[in-house]
């Protein structure tokens, strides 16, 4: 079974709104969080990396203020597009990760967001 | 539900030895299959893809042929090099209520030494 639960799997909201995105561990705690954004026939981009209890390490070119992310504890990280437009509908996935020293990454099903 | 399963390693290889990763999946209809790598401290890139039984999908001197009947995707290279070393992720992508969801297997690390 799952072992990353992402929520909601899909979302439907106006522009100017703010959309958060759940990613949770369910069984085991996650040092590290990652969140991915996939535009339609290309590959992901990683947009951030994570950390329990410490700042998200933001990819060049991504917003800090747009995309905010939390991760607060141990199995809980979240993604909040701050006053979305439609150019930031997209597919967004998370991962978490065990322990930094493995490689393993759990995957969420992924949101799908479309702004209107 | 739609899933993929590869190895989890780490595999431990010599510089110029062979290489295979294991990746089978399940799904349902025909999705698109993926190989993505991850280099220590970067995000992942797309490696290879084949979108339909048969192709064969290569770069770098990576090679993996999508195969209906075992569903499987295994990745080929046949001279590894210190620099492939990295975790692999294999994927899938598949319609959902018409837009292309990605599953992915959970990466194998290779660690390459000289």
């Known amino acids: 079974g799952a072992v990353v639960s992402q929520h909601p799997s899909w979302v439907i909201c106006k522009s100017g709104t703010s959309v958060k995105i759940e990613c949770r561990s369910l069984d085991f705690q996650a040092t590290t969080m990652f969140w991915y954004r996939q535009f339609p026939k290309q590959s992901l981009m990683l947009m951030a990396t994570s950390n329990e209890g410490s700042k998200a390490t933001y990819e060049q070119g991504v917003e800090k203020d747009k995309f905010l992310i939390n991760h607060a504890s141990l199995t809980l990280s979240t993604l909040t597009v701050t006053s979305a437009h439609p150019e930031d509908s997209s597919f967004y996935i998370c991962s978490a990760r065990r322990d930094r020293a493995l490689s393993a990454q759990h995957f969420g099903d992924g949101t799908r967001l479309s702004i209107l | 539900g739609d899933s993929v399963t590869q190895m989890e390693g780490p595999v431990t290889l010599s510089e110029e030895a062979f290489l295979t990763i294991n990746c089978t999946y399940t799904?349902?209809?025909?999705?698109?299959l993926f190989w993505y790598v991850q280099y220590p401290g970067e995000g992942l890139q797309l490696l290879l893809k084949?979108?339909?039984?048969?192709d064969k999908g290569s770069n770098k001197g990576f090679e993996a042929t999508y195969r209906k009947e075992t569903t499987s995707f295994h990745l080929e290279k046949g001279s590894v090099q210190v620099s492939d070393s990295a975790v692999y992720f294999c994927?899938?992508?598949?319609?959902?209520?018409?837009?292309?969801?990605?599953?992915f297997g959970i990466g194998t690390k290779l660690q390459v030494i000289p």
């Open positions: 994927a899938l992508t598949a319609n959902s209520g018409g837009y292309q969801k990605v599953t």
């Open positions: 799904a349902t209809g025909y999705p698109s």
């Open positions: 084949a979108t339909k039984a048969d």
